[in-house]
């Protein structure tokens, strides 16, 4: 076959890979009962198609192909083993057997299903919530061990040993690949709503690289909690599917068309996806009408009344401050705290904020969290205060790692060099 042939077929497999799969490695896992074993049949199963796809063709439907070679390159493998450790032989009894096999059964509705019965196996109360998020986050959605560090704020190899010791206890405590009973729902919720939501944050504000924003991650966070949405109709499950898509249909207007970041007050709201408003305001007004709703709930909230304000200036920050005290009861937070100090500046001023912002650091919360710093030094900068702002924006550039955001602090630190005379000190940091 020629070099186009192959270029071609590469050009798929890698959109495949891209779009698909964690579908394929969920559907694969209940297939094999193993993370490690259905991870290497995942690659496996990628390799024969770049081999056998060149010669014969893309097949009609790819996903199933995928599923099946992988399953078949597993238990051929496990075969071979098996001739000289009858352990391996054991297993592959088990396997074999546990599983009714039809590859016509594999259609996109069981693989979503699939992929559900994951989210809420790595989720399983037996394992800690460390690695419930870590594991779900590397299986389900496919993220880099360093990528999840950076969503904990910690190391690699420690998200790296909590993702091998959540394995090992699924496999040994035979934790079932299964979609809990409708009386186990509520307490497994919490930790499911919560990856999905660092999924979809990694996705809005990458935390490292050249974008600032993932749109595959994002969306893949949003299709997740509509899933969640249709399978059960809780409250909290809404207000996280409305708060991702009210945050979402700012997106088109956060960058700038070379890349660089928009802070919320200068940002054309022309350009804010308004079928996406519509549908998460609805989704706010479902939630609060249960009277059982939660902080997703509350963020969606205060996400609306942002999205219906016609301008910064015209937003109701009093209202903003005031969600914000209710979501601190809540949910305790220093992020949400230094949210609400931002909210504070924008109705009371800048000094207001920054005694808020300093208290926090004072405190040693979010010292390693460069928004902190950013929202500190917009503070000082706004009063006045060049020298020191110009310290915070400088400490909130060592701490990021996110190219768009660098180029953002760069160029206010080269607006403070140049004296640049202040803004509206009411602009919000945003």
């Known amino acids: 076959m020629g070099e186009n042939a192959t270029a071609s077929v590469r050009a798929i497999l890698d959109e495949l890979y891209r779009t698909d799969s964690r579908r394929v490695l969920a559907t694969l896992i209940r297939l094999l009962g193993d993370f490690d074993m259905a991870e290497e049949a995942l690659h496996d199963a990628f390799m024969a198609a770049m081999e056998q796809w060149t010669w014969n063709g893309v097949p009609g439907n790819p996903r199933a192909w995928l599923i099946s070679a992988g399953r078949f390159k597993a238990i051929d493998s496990m075969r071979r083993r098996a001739r000289f450790d009858a352990s391996v032989a054991q297993q592959l009894d088990t396997r074999t057997a546990a599983v009714s096999w039809n590859p016509e059964d594999i259609t996109d509705e069981n693989i979503?299903?699939?992929?559900?019965?994951?989210?809420?196996?790595?989720?399983?109360?037996?394992?800690?919530?460390?690695?419930?998020?870590?594991?779900?986050?590397?299986?389900?959605?496919?993220?880099?061990?360093?990528?999840?560090?950076?969503?904990?704020?910690?190391?690699?190899?420690?998200?790296?040993?909590?993702?091998?010791?959540?394995?090992?206890?699924?496999?040994?405590?035979?934790?079932?690949?299964?979609?809990?009973?409708?009386?186990?729902?509520?307490?497994?919720?919490?930790?499911?709503?919560?990856?999905?939501?660092?999924?979809?944050?990694?996705?809005?504000?990458?935390?490292?690289?050249?974008?600032?924003?993932?749109?595959?991650?994002?969306?893949?966070?949003?299709?997740?909690?509509?899933?969640?949405v249709e399978l059960l109709l809780e409250s909290e499950a809404i207000g996280?599917?409305?708060?991702?898509?009210?945050?979402?249909?700012?997106?088109?207007?956060?960058?700038?068309?070379?890349?660089?970041?928009?802070?919320?007050?200068?940002?054309?709201?022309?350009?804010?996806?308004?079928?996406?408003?519509?549908?998460?305001?609805?989704?706010?007004?479902?939630?609060?009408?249960?009277?059982?709703?939660?902080?997703?709930?509350?963020?969606?909230?205060?996400?609306?009344?942002?999205?219906?304000?016609?301008?910064?200036?015209?937003?109701?920050?009093?209202?903003?401050?005031?969600?914000?005290?209710?979501?601190?009861?809540?949910?305790?937070?220093?992020?949400?705290?230094?949210?609400?100090?931002?909210?504070?500046?924008?109705?009371?001023?800048?000094?207001?904020?920054?005694?808020?912002?300093?208290?926090?650091?004072?405190?040693?919360?979010?010292?390693?969290?460069?928004l902190a710093h950013s929202a500190r030094a917009d503070m000082l900068r706004r009063l006045g205060r060049t020298s020191e702002a110009r310290d915070s924006y400088q400490q909130a550039l060592n701490l990021t790692r996110q190219d768009a955001v660098r180029r953002f602090l760069e160029r206010r630190l080269r607006e403070l060099e140049a004296r640049t005379p202040p803004t509206d000190p009411r602009r919000p940091v945003q």
């Open 112 to 228: 979503e299903d699939d992929r559900l019965r994951l989210i809420f196996t790595c989720c399983h109360p037996a394992l800690p919530q460390d690695s419930q998020l870590a594991l779900t986050l590397r299986e389900v959605c496919g993220l880099t061990t360093e990528e999840i560090a950076r969503a904990f704020l910690t190391s690699a190899p420690t998200i790296a040993k909590r993702i091998v010791r959540a394995k090992a206890k699924i496999r040994d405590s035979r934790i079932p690949f299964e979609v809990p009973s409708r009386s186990d729902l509520p307490e497994r919720l919490d930790a499911v709503l919560h990856v999905i939501y660092l999924v979809f944050t990694e996705g809005y504000s990458a935390s490292a690289g050249a974008s600032l924003t993932r749109p595959d991650l994002s969306s893949e966070a949003i299709r997740l909690g509509r899933l969640l």
């Open 240 to 370: 996280l599917l409305a708060l991702m898509l009210l945050h979402e249909s700012r997106r088109g207007a956060r960058t700038s068309p070379d890349g660089d970041v928009v802070l919320l007050d200068d940002q054309d709201r022309s350009l804010w996806n308004r079928d996406q408003i519509a549908e998460g305001t609805k989704l706010v007004q479902q939630a609060l009408a249960s009277r059982s709703f939660g902080p997703y709930t509350l963020q969606a909230t205060i996400a609306a009344v942002h999205a219906e304000a016609p301008s910064a200036d015209a937003t109701d920050w009093s209202q903003i401050v005031g969600l914000y005290d209710v979501l601190l009861r809540a949910n305790p937070s220093p992020v949400v705290e230094l949210n609400r100090a931002v909210a504070v500046a924008m109705r009371d001023g800048p000094a207001a904020g920054l005694q808020r912002i300093d208290a926090i650091l004072e405190r040693g919360d979010l010292r390693e969290y460069h």
